[in-house]
């Protein structure tokens, strides 16, 4: 597969559905697709034809702001109909504007409260290895989100358990709603924080490139002593270069047709 033309296809899908309903998180939606990608169609054991299947792989996103880009891939492996993409949060739509797992075939947590999805992701982790599923559990944090207190409480307890089939990822967009991630709150030296709450730490220096991170996720597969996060060093809004010049302003905006057609010639 042709993991490079599939990201602009999943970027594609995620613009028109937020254009449809003419607002949404674009900025945030569009820095992880490449992850997604690698993750959904390379590396992460499922069956679209039974989500709930015992013993697969799970991805917890706990910037959960950044839905579309999950639904956008799920729809394209056959969770729910493509169709569906064009409710995104509108009423009585099975996908709501942050990830809901009741509602979403496919979605394995609940998230959107900043700081609790990585705390479910460790607790899954936790639980998969008393099942001896060998399930991987994979899961995405924001910069901005690990600002937040429960980041490092959860961080501390998966490193003391050494749950090793956990792999996490940070999405280092170095932008945030209210701004610049380093003038609201810095919270770099990242990677000397993670390898002190007991981490196995790998940097992508272009957390955009498919085959960078491919490389990461196969690294962390074969150091199984200890959880692995994954510091993604992104664009927000990545792909659209007007997009990508707005910068923090990109978190959550109004989209027109007119601007999704602008956008879309830069994805072919």
């Not at 959107?112 to 995405?140: C, E, H, P, W």
């Not at 490193?159 to 609201?184: K, S, Y």
């Not at 959880?227 to 978190?251: C, D, F, Q």
Request: charged letters at 20%; hydrophobic letters at 40%.
């Amino acid at each position: 597969m042709d993991l490079v033309q599939k990201t602009k296809d999943i970027r594609k899908s995620v613009l028109e559905m937020i254009a449809h309903l003419g607002v949404g998180h674009v900025g945030g939606s569009l820095s992880i697709v490449d992850v997604l990608t690698v993750l959904y169609y390379k590396h992460m054991r499922i069956n679209p034809q039974n989500p709930k299947i015992v013993g697969r792989d799970r991805l917890i996103i706990s910037k959960g702001h950044s839905g579309p880009a999950l639904y956008a891939v799920l729809a394209d492996l056959g969770y729910f109909p493509k169709e569906w993409l064009l409710t995104l949060n509108q009423s009585n739509t099975k996908l709501p504007s942050h990830c809901d797992m009741n509602l979403t075939p496919g979605v394995d947590m609940t998230t959107g409260s900043l700081g609790q999805g990585f705390s479910a992701a460790v607790g899954v982790a936790l639980g998969s290895r008393i099942k001896n599923d060998k399930a991987t559990i994979y899961t995405i944090i924001g910069d901005g989100e690990s600002q937040e207190g429960q980041i490092w409480e959860a961080a501390m307890f998966a490193g003391n358990q050494h749950l090793n089939r956990l792999i996490a990822f940070t999405d280092l967009n170095d932008a945030q709603i209210d701004g610049p991630t380093n003038e609201i709150n810095p919270i770099y030296p990242i990677d000397k924080k993670w390898k002190a709450f007991g981490w196995n730490v790998i940097v992508v220096q272009d957390g955009n490139n498919v085959f960078q991170i491919d490389e990461a996720i196969a690294q962390a597969k074969r150091s199984r002593k200890r959880p692995t996060m994954i510091l993604l060093k992104t664009i927000k809004g990545k792909g659209v270069s007007w997009i990508e010049s707005m910068g923090y302003a990109n978190h959550n905006f109004n989209l027109s047709k007119e601007q999704l057609e602008t956008a879309l010639k830069e994805l072919v």
